[in-house]
Structures are given as structure tokens and as C-alpha cells.
């Protein structure tokens, strides 16, 4: 089957440092990777998404790559601050399945000032 | 757009008794998916719709659970009887085309308790 795992570890960093948050996949490369934030009590916001023939994909101080060789994902946080602390989701999907997005378990990033 | 909209926000309930939850999508928005979230198994996808049709519901996990969307703008997902492992937060989605080029908006759920 399809899986989409992220290390369950929480992530601690300092303010200011970069944070690097890794999706793995097996299998299939999926047509596109998403990520979302989550915070407690809410539902996910997306934030990026990137297609399989992107190796790399911009917004503000949020980068996410694709290596389909290594079947990864990475996402970069620059210049971070305590209120980027939460939970980050990859997720993905496939062309033949339509809107189906599955989730790996997430990451919990902690950002200390 | 107030975003999808999910009611009730938290519902307790005691096992056995029928549990609807309840969502209203983005107008315009085609698609629209139902989670389940928990500690153990993440976020799990439970079916999906595409204008007002089930697509996928692979993952309902037995037939305790349905899920309808009569019309564009409502869906619900019905747990009967309710058992304590379904004590979970349920989220619906929604998106515009199966693409998932802007993303995907999430409400914010609803938290069952089954005690």
C-alpha cells in the first residue's frame, strides 16, 4: 500500500534557526505533495503544495522540495518564531485517484525564543 | 465565506445512541471529504463526494458508519450505534476540483466523545 510517513519525534528549535520537517513515501511517486499546519483544536490550513516534476517550491519564508530518487519531502521553515510552533502535515495524491489526499501522522515543531 | 462550516463542535454521547455530524462546504466547491483524527491513526480519510456523489468510502470502517450529501451545500456523517472507539475529531473538507491545486479547507471540527 501507499504510505506517507513523517518522523513522530517532535522537532525542538531555537527562534531564528531553520526548521526541516521530512516526508517519505514508498512506492509510486504521488502526483502531488501538500503540506498543511495544524494547531490545537483546529483543522489543517494548507500551505504548499508541490507537483512530482518540481524539485522546488516558494512562499515567504516557506520552502518545500521533492526528490522523487530519494522518495522525500522536505520543509523548510526560515527565520522562524515561537508562532510557527504547531503540527505539520504532508499529505498526498495520485492522478488516477481523483481528490483522494492521504495524510502522514505529523510532525509537532516547537519553536523556542 | 465563513469557510466549511462543521456542527456541533463537541458532542458526548453514550454508547449505542445514533451520532450525526453535520457540515456545510465552501460554496462552489465540488468536492468534499470526511475525516477522522485521533492519537493512534492520525487523520484518516472516510469517504469523499464529488458533486453530491460518494466516490470513495474505502475507508468507512464498517457499516455502523454512512454519509450523505443531499444537496451541495450539506453532508453529514452518521455513526449508529456509537461505540467508544469511535470517540474521535471528525473534519470535513472541501475543494474545488479533484485537482488539488489551492488546497483543501478543513472546518474545525467536530470532537466526539462516546462514553
Known amino acids: 500500500s501507499q504510505k506517507i510517513e513523517q518522523n513522530s519525534e517532535a522537532l525542538n528549535i531555537q527562534e531564528g534557526k531553520t526548521a526541516t520537517l521530512t516526508c517519505n513515501y514508498t512506492?509510486?511517486?504521488?502526483?502531488?505533495l501538500q503540506w498543511y499546519r495544524q494547531d490545537p483544536g483546529r483543522g489543517p490550513v494548507f500551505l504548499l503544495l508541490?507537483?512530482?516534476?518540481?524539485k522546488e517550491k516558494r512562499k515567504e519564508r516557506l520552502k518545500v522540495t521533492f526528490d522523487t530518487t530519494l522518495k522525500q519531502s522536505l520543509f523548510h521553515i526560515t527565520a522562524s518564531q515561537p508562532a510557527d510552533s504547531a503540527t505539520y502535515l504532508c499529505?498526498?495524491?495520485?492522478?488516477?485517484?481523483?481528490?483522494?489526499?492521504?495524510f502522514g501522522q505529523g510532525t509537532e515543531l516547537s519553536v523556542k525564543p | 465565506d465563513a469557510g466549511v462550516i462543521q456542527s456541533p463542535r463537541h458532542e458526548v454521547t453514550e454508547m449505542g445512541q445514533e451520532v450525526t455530524l453535520r457540515c456545510k462546504p465552501i460554496?462552489?466547491?465540488?468536492?468534499l471529504f470526511w475525516y477522522r483524527q485521533t492519537m493512534m491513526r492520525g487523520l484518516e480519510l472516510l469517504i469523499y463526494f464529488n458533486n453530491n456523489v460518494p466516490i470513495d468510502d474505502s475507508g468507512m470502517p464498517e457499516d455502523r458508519f454512512s454519509a450523505k450529501m443531499p444537496n451541495a451545500s450539506f453532508s453529514t456523517l452518521k455513526i449508529q450505534p456509537s461505540e467508544p472507539r469511535d470517540s474521535a475529531v471528525y473534519f470535513c473538507?472541501?475543494?474545488?476540483?479533484?485537482?488539488?491545486?489551492?488546497?483543501?479547507?478543513f472546518g474545525s471540527g467536530t470532537r466526539l466523545t462516546v462514553v
Open positions: 460554496s462552489g466547491h465540488d468536492y
Open positions: 499529505a498526498r495524491s495520485f492522478y488516477n485517484q481523483g481528490g483522494k489526499l492521504i
Open positions: 473538507a472541501s475543494s474545488l476540483g479533484g485537482r488539488p491545486g489551492p488546497g483543501y479547507t
Open positions: 512506492n509510486y511517486s504521488p502526483a502531488y
Open positions: 508541490i507537483r512530482e516534476n518540481e
